[in-house]
């Protein structure tokens, strides 16, 4: 059981890691697209376009994780086969536990952590995404403002 927490520490480490450099990258991106007067006059269209990008980086480093965790029980043995074992961490990284494949008894402890660890990523998400979009509307409206006084 002590192994099994030691991994899924560390996979929460590394996954966290992967995810700050996902959210580096999406948040750069918004940056050099949030420059007042080309926000001004970016259509809504380039508006969207640009949350939409920084969403799908994020889900981009979202499926680096689940296949970081895949990767893991490959080698571990708990699942043989990489397409399966993604397949798996997807669903549970998501939450979503279908339950169509399930790890021996001895291998669960670590897929509660790859659970609990995207139940985090997922959150950390979320506020990114609010955050951006708020930061988006308020450099409009900014602009608006100032433009008119």
């Known amino acids: ?9 560390a996979l929460i480490v590394i996954t966290s890691c992967v995810h700050a450099l996902g ?5 750069r991106s918004i940056t050099a697209s949030n420059r007042k007067k080309r926000l001004a006059n970016a259509s809504l269209l380039f508006r969207s ?3 939409s990008a920084f969403i799908l980086i994020l889900f981009f480093a979202t ?3 689940a296949g970081i965790w895949a990767l893991t029980f490959t080698k571990l043995g708990a699942i043989p ?36 660890n995207g139940l985090i ?5 979320t506020a990114l995404v609010f955050e951006s979009i708020h930061q988006f509307s308020k450099a409009l409206s900014d602009f608006k403002t100032l433009s008119h006084s």
């Open 1 to 9: 059981m002590m192994f099994q927490i030691l991994v899924g520490c």
């Open 23 to 27: 959210m580096t990258i999406g948040l």
């Open 49 to 51: 376009l640009t949350i």
């Open 63 to 65: 499926l680096a994780e």
């Open 81 to 116: 086969d990489f397409l399966e074992a993604f397949y798996f961490s997807t669903v549970t990284y998501t939450t979503l536990g279908y339950g169509d494949i399930v790890l021996d008894g001895k291998w669960r402890i670590l897929s509660s952590f790859e659970a609990a």
């Open 121 to 125: 990523m997922f959150g950390w998400t």
